[in-house]
Nanobody, 124 residues
């Protein structure tokens, strides 16, 4: 079992930036792929970005490519999501999640541990 705690969310104007963090504890962080997902009101949770166990492979949803960057610091057991050029459509609760293995996935059900989420609100 792993515990995940997100932070860094908030209110930002369109075009602005935020960096989300996800602190992990409870199992060996380096062994597992990690992902960021988001859920807007009335919508299903959707994939945002994922990173392999060593950071060597990343994947993004098309709408955030070139604006968001996922990274991890295995020495600090922390996952990050740098979000630049934020848009109104990026408003959502953002969740970090850990996979049961080293390989990344876009599929929600392939992740077995989730944080409580952090709210990101982009205003015009």
């Amino acid at each position: 079992q792993v515990q995940l705690v997100e932070s860094g969310g908030g209110l930002v104007q369109a075009g602005g930036s935020l960096r989300l963090s996800c602190a992990a504890s409870g199992r060996t962080f380096i062994n597992y792929a990690m992902g960021w997902f988001r859920q807007a009101p009335g919508k299903e949770r959707e994939f945002v970005a994922a990173i392999s166990w060593n950071g060597g492979t990343t994947n993004y949803r098309d709408s955030v490519k070139g604006r968001f960057t996922i990274s991890r610091d295995n020495a600090k057991n922390t996952l990050y999501l740098q979000m630049n050029s934020l848009k109104l459509d990026d408003t959502a609760v953002y969740y970090c999640a850990s996979a049961p293995g080293p390989l990344i996935s876009k599929i929600t059900t392939n992740y077995d541990n989730w944080g409580q989420g952090t709210q990101v609100t982009v205003s015009s």
